[in-house]
């Protein structure tokens, strides 16, 4: 049998034809083969990488539209605080812009005609008078003390403060004997402690005023009662008063709290305060407390804690929930922990009007956000115009027509969010329709209750305090000495709101009357 020979006619670049065999035409077709391979490995590794450049750039977008969004949150559109709306990179909030009522005179800024003034009034019982008369000699070279006295041609009179020195005080103790044989010896002031020598009730208030209502570092406190007074306490001293003021305010501290537990309504809130190592504990983030306050409008009542959920239960809330009070709050989750009790919620308003604002931005052709908190807007301002007038609500038909329209946004928010989406904000959104949708008792008992405000404003006024601390001498070394300065604080707080001086009172605590909250009066 005759071989089968294959030939094959190869031409060269130079036009020559060149005949290769069955063994040169395989190895050619294996080449072929091995340059096929490599440019596949090629565009295999060239798709892999498109496909993780891809999901990269994703991950970018996703972070930079995140990071955009940060940037826009400010205190009008979110919980951030107006002390970070001057951040680097921050967009600053709106400026509100007020509709023109043309049945309303518009104010001007500064003193409004018809206000009462205040000024530096003359008064007819000065506490001291002293006569001036010419000093020196006159033209003719006679002395001017020798002149007659022709009256008082003018009048002025200087409000002063005397000069505020250390002024020491010696008390000595005697003894005396009874004709019956006993004997009997005086006890020191109120407020002297052991020891032949110590600073009195006034300075002690000062120290504990400067420390804890106005925040002043103990180095400055101490720079300021030496420049002021002319004593010279020792840091140690200054910052012991802490612990020895609070030490008198357990009994006041307990009835403050029985006294907002008796409330209709309570105002809460929570903050982080920079307190103890500056080093995060094993599994946590942040070496942060949480400052938690219950505040009303005659009292208030600190508790130094966690942001979990045992130190909510540790707080008045189980209390509150017992004795059937309401509660307003920011809507942190640990409110409506069935652990609490079943609470009676006000929703703060003004945090939702917040997040309301921040869903205009996120969509910002869209009519419900706005809908939404101008109908919000306008039930808080009917609100404020019953209870000015007394009023046990608000009148209905004013209520109902803007209840109608809170309630057809939030429908038309729903329908155009029908999912959390993806853009930064948008989640938010939609959890904020699903409140207003589900929680509207929740959110509307002030326009049926006049005695329940809209906002917690209460209790981030009482919270601020500890904003201010922080920015003026940072973190709190001492968690026992924090706690007491809150329950302090509270105690001034109280005695504030019930119309008393701070100095005052400090000074009573530490001469061992500390004051006492009155009972209510019956509503």
Known sequence: MSQLVVSVLVVH????????????????????????????????ALTAAVTALSETNAELVARVARLEHLLTRNSGNSSMPPSRDDDPGHKPPAEKQKK??????????GKQPGSPGTNLAWTQDPNATENLFPQGTCDCGADLAGGQDLGIVDRYQRH????????????????VACGCGRTH?????????????GYGPNLQALAVYLLVVHHLPVQRCVALLAALTG????????????????????????????????????CCDETPIRVGPAAPKAGKKKADKYLLVAATDLYTHYLLGGRDLETFKAFVLKDLAAAG?????????????????????QLCCAHLLRDLTGAAEVYPDAEWPTQVADSLRGLIHHANLARAENLSAIEKGAAQELITRLRDGVKVGLSETV??????????????LQCLRDREADVLRFTTDLRVPPTSNQAERDLRPAKIQQNISGRLTSEDRTEDR?????????????????LDVLRDALTGRPWIPPDPVPV
């Open 185 to 197: 010896a005086a006890s020191r002031p109120d407020g002297a402690r052991s020891g032949p020598v």
């Open 325 to 345: 009070a309401i509660v307003v709050h920011d809507r942190y989750v640990n409110y409506d922990s069935d652990h609490l009790g079943a609470l009676i919620h």
């Open 100 to 109: 023109p009522n043309p049945a309303v005179q518009q104010r001007k800024r």
């Open 231 to 266: 004593a010279a306490p020792s840091a140690g001293f200054v910052h012991a008063m802490l612990a020895r003021t609070a030490a008198t305010l357990g009994a006041v501290q307990a009835r403050i709290r029985a006294l907002i537990v008796v409330s209709h309504v309570v």
């Open 160 to 175: 002063d403060i005397p000069e505020v020195t250390v002024r020491v005080t010696q008390f000595d103790c005697h003894e």
């Open 419 to 432: 999912r959390h989406g993806d853009r930064p904000g948008e989640r938010k959104a939609r959890l904020l």
């Open 486 to 502: 809150w329950r302090i604080r509270g105690y001034v707080s109280t005695a504030i709101k019930h119309g008393h001086a701070a």
């Open 13 to 44: 670049d130079v036009g020559v034809p060149v005949e290769l065999g069955v063994e040169e035409l395989r190895e050619l077709l294996a080449q072929r083969d091995r340059q096929v391979d490599r440019r596949d490995e090629q565009i295999a």
